[in-house]
């Protein structure tokens, strides 16, 4: 069964603090992994996926096949980083499966 | 290019009444997914459909849900009857469906309090 975790529902850092989101998945294949960020009051967007191997607003993730992680990382955060972010798995052809979000507060 | 389009955005029904929502896609997206996000919870499919043709509606709880989508365009998600538990913010969303394009595109939501 595909499955995808988030540890921490809350994550507070300071601006200018490193921060690191972690996302655990479970599925037999081999899925393609997305971060999706809330905004407030905005709708549900992408961020990164790992098939892009990009840097989006500063923010990057790694695919750990060995430790089936896509943890995500910015090392300066900043306030507008602010949201609610998604960890989502996909298998090619089907729909995705979201992990239950992580509020990533960042202080001033 | 244009967003999905849902409506309406907010919806207050008491508990056996019927309810609809609206989702426009963005245009040529093959791909069209409905979910209910309960809060504090991230968002659980309910039904997907490629063109016009459902491809996974395995978690869609059909003794109260319906979804359609004519012509392969709009959809529409019906609960009747709806219950306490219905009460969500459902989400539609569309992909291009293509091998290198495999992201979902969100719209909005549909706020929905049954009480």
């Known amino acids: 069964a595909q499955r995808v975790t988030q540890p921490e529902k809350l994550l507070s850092v300071f601006k200018g603090a490193p921060v690191e989101l972690k996302c655990n998945y479970s599925y037999s294949g081999s899925p393609e992994l997305f971060w999706y960020v809330q905004y407030s009051r905005q709708r549900l967007q992408l961020l990164l996926r790992?098939?892009s191997r990009e840097s989006i607003k500063g923010f990057t993730a790694d695919l750990n096949k060995g430790e089936t992680s896509f943890h995500l990382k910015k090392p300066f955060a900043q306030e507008e980083d602010s949201a609610m972010y998604y960890c989502?798995?996909?298998?090619?052809?089907?729909?995705?499966?979201f992990g239950p979000g992580t509020r990533l507060s960042v202080l001033p | 290019e244009a967003g999905v389009a849902q409506s309406p955005r907010y919806k207050i029904i008491e508990k056996r009444q019927s309810v609809a929502f609206w989702c426009n896609p963005i245009s040529g997206h093959a791909t069209l997914y409905w979910y209910q996000q309960i809060l504090g919870q991230g968002p659980k499919l309910l039904i997907q459909f490629q063109n016009n043709g459902v491809v996974d509606d395995s978690q869609l709880p059909k003794d109260r849900f319906s979804a359609e989508r004519l012509k392969g365009v709009d959809s529409t998600l019906k609960i009747q009857p709806a219950k306490l538990e219905d009460s969500a913010v459902y989400l539609c969303?569309?992909?291009?469906?293509?091998?290198?394009?495999?992201?979902?595109?969100f719209g909005q939501g549909t706020r929905l309090t049954v009480v």
């Open positions: 969303a569309s992909s291009p469906g293509t091998i290198t394009a495999t992201e979902a595109f």
């Open positions: 790992h098939i």
């Open positions: 989502a798995l996909r298998n090619y052809g089907q729909n995705f499966v």
